[in-house]
């Protein structure tokens, strides 16, 4: 028979396969990192940091692979994000009901593009430049028509518990620990918010609408011969994805202890860096390990620049040019890797 | 069942490029009726299935469905009614979902996508037992992933969403052009038991005119965006490919290539 397939295949023992390749590749990153960051004399600071752009590599992901939309609203909507937490924070309002409605914020954001794209069919790429030059002013008009807004002495995630958990962590480790305290505070709540986040995008995409939505990445005219309105998929999408740019930016904006208007530059770079380190080390298969690694490849890339910093002794003017080199080189090497690789197959 | 009145589609109205894709096409399909479609190209045969889907809108008439005025609703609205397989198989299918993943999202045809799971424990006998028909052991499969798949194997996946959850209409646009004969003749033997399994009322288009002849109640000759025959009752059951070639031929008024001109 011409399309009769092969016998069965063991797939309980494929998948389990390929998840323990996948949880050694992270081992093994996560060690590799370590020693890194130990002998390069990186400040763990840089973890904190990656943590709080993490959903931002996510947000690259849902768009740039699940969506298979070229969206560039993440960089109009993590500004966003941070100055509606900021101004919520600064007026008294919780932490975490900053963030929600940050989360909010990015979703109109993300919003606006879908509908420019789908009323008027205007491309994603040229409907997310008109959303982000747009964003400007909005976030500009959200923090008062200031271009910044300080968090100084107010309560954010962080500091609210920034006093106890150094004086718990001095008492328990000794006085050298003071320094790191913050950082590790950092790590801790952004952390177990990142997990959390993941989950919570885990279980969205593997319900009927994510399954509509990646599948609407992936072959529009099927998801309409299916009876689903792909563009109601796109507009999901986006609002999710750009929701999260958002939560990223709430975060980093009380990570920083300010908020400023152009927070958001060049993050689609960085995003898109994140989820390409992510499939390159980390090589996820199914979408969890997908999202995974779209995180974890932020952290890498955060790490990495920073490495880069202090090894080189570069002054913060550079950071957007370190930026730009460590994103060509995560995205120049799998190709040059790839060429080569094919020049050396024609040698053979 | 599905009644189509004076439909008219132009393309590029009113430039030097103007196509009068359909003209004034009036087609009535009955319940449970397996029509087949054939024309040379450009005759219309695709515009026709595109206006019935709602992928291209009429400029004028009227199209029924289930005694339902579907004329003016979206093409995933109509999809909850029509069940499609296309002639190009990566166009079924998606790619990066597994089996499994593709078929409940043809299970969610019909009814709106909520926060349910995606691939439900319950649905898997029923996935096993649609596929188990085929006979192409896809059954123990449902977590591969379909882009490494056939294109056979992908029209077979196809044809099974499609016919998933009862559609009121088949439209199959050549749907077995691009698969070798071997994987031609299984889809084609498949197509016939579910259609007669759930008595589909089916429109076939096809290059073949001995698909054309041996498949269904009813042959439809389109030519220049208007029917120009038909054959069905005693006619058809004797019809043979050779009749329907001559046909074909008389049909060409000299003002275009024809498909004999262009073969030679």
């Known amino acids: ?348 | 069942m599905l009644r189509l009145e004076n439909v008219s589609v132009t393309f590029n109205a009113g430039t030097p490029n103007e196509v009068k894709a359909l003209q004034n096409l009036s087609l009535f399909v009955e319940d449970g009726e397996f029509i087949t479609v054939i024309g040379s190209n450009g005759a219309g045969k695709s515009t026709l299935f595109n206006v019935i889907s709602g992928a291209v809108q009429a400029d004028s008439g009227r199209i029924e469905l289930d005694g339902k005025d579907i004329s003016y609703s979206p093409e995933f609205r109509r999809s909850h009614d029509i069940g499609r397989v296309f002639q190009d198989p990566r166009l079924g299918t998606c790619p990066g979902l597994t089996i499994r993943e593709n078929l409940s999202l043809a299970a969610i045809h019909g009814r709106n996508v909520g926060l349910r799971r995606d691939v439900k424990k319950a649905e898997e006998a029923w996935f096993f037992e649609r596929l188990q028909h085929q006979h192409l052991g896809l059954e123990h499969r449902l977590d591969a992933d379909v882009a490494l798949l056939s294109g056979g194997q992908r029209q077979a996946i196809t044809l099974v969403m499609a016919t998933l959850t009862k559609p009121k209409l088949l439209l199959l646009d050549e749907h077995t052009a691009a698969l070798d004969p071997n994987a031609a003749e299984q889809v084609v033997a498949l197509t016939t038991e579910l259609a007669e399994a759930d008595d589909l009322c089916v429109v076939m288009i096809t290059h073949s005119m001995q698909q054309a002849c041996e498949l269904g109640d009813r042959v439809i000759m389109m030519n220049r965006g208007r029917i120009e025959f038909e054959i069905s009752g005693e006619e058809r059951k004797n019809l043979k490919p050779a009749d329907l070639i001559d046909r074909f031929h008389s049909l060409q008024d000299g003002t275009e290539l024809s498909d004999a001109q262009l073969l030679s």
């Open chain 1, 1 to 348: 028979m011409a399309i009769n397939s092969s016998a069965a295949e063991p797939q309980q023992a494929r998948d389990s396969g390929m998840m323990r390749s996948f949880l050694l590749r992270g081992i093994v990153l996560a060690l590799v990192i370590a020693a890194f960051m130990r002998f390069g004399n990186v400040n763990i600071g840089a973890i904190g940091q990656g943590l709080g752009y993490a959903l931002a590599g996510v947000t690259v992901f849902i768009t740039f692979r699940v969506l298979g939309f070229v969206d560039l609203t993440v960089d109009g909507a993590f500004p966003i994000g941070g100055a509606v937490c900021a101004v919520l924070i600064f007026g008294g309002v919780r932490a975490e009901i900053a963030i929600l409605a940050a989360f909010v914020a990015g979703s109109l954001t993300g919003l606006a593009t879908a509908l420019i794209d789908i009323v008027f069919k205007i491309e994603g790429l040229l409907a997310s430049i008109i959303v982000i030059t747009g964003a400007y002013t909005v976030t500009l008009h959200i923090m008062g028509g200031k271009s910044n807004v300080p968090l100084l002495g107010k309560e954010t995630m962080i500091s609210r518990h920034s006093k106890d958990f150094r004086n718990w962590l001095v008492e328990q480790f000794g006085d050298q620990m003071r320094r790191q305290s913050t950082n590790l505070l950092e790590i801790m709540i952004f952390g177990l918010l990142v997990i959390v986040i993941l989950v919570i995008l885990y279980w969205f995409l593997r319900t009927e609408v994510g399954l509509a939505i990646r599948a609407t990445g992936k072959n529009d005219q099927m998801v309409r011969a299916t009876g689903l309105n792909h563009h109601l998929m796109i507009i999901i999408g986006l609002m999710v994805a750009n929701g999260l740019a958002a939560l990223a930016g709430s975060m980093v904006v009380q990570q920083f202890g300010f908020a400023d208007v152009s927070l958001g530059f060049g993050l689609i770079i960085r995003g898109l860096a994140a989820v390409i380190i992510g499939e390159v080390l980390l090589r996820p298969r199914t979408i969890g390990q997908m999202l995974i690694a779209a995180a974890g490849g932020m952290l890498v890339f955060d790490i990495s620049r920073a490495w880069i910093f202090s090894a080189l002794d570069l002054p913060t003017t550079d950071i957007q040019l370190v930026s730009a080199l460590v994103v060509l080189a995560a995205l120049g090497a799998p190709r040059l890797f790839d060429q080569w690789r094919s020049y050396r197959q024609r040698q053979n």
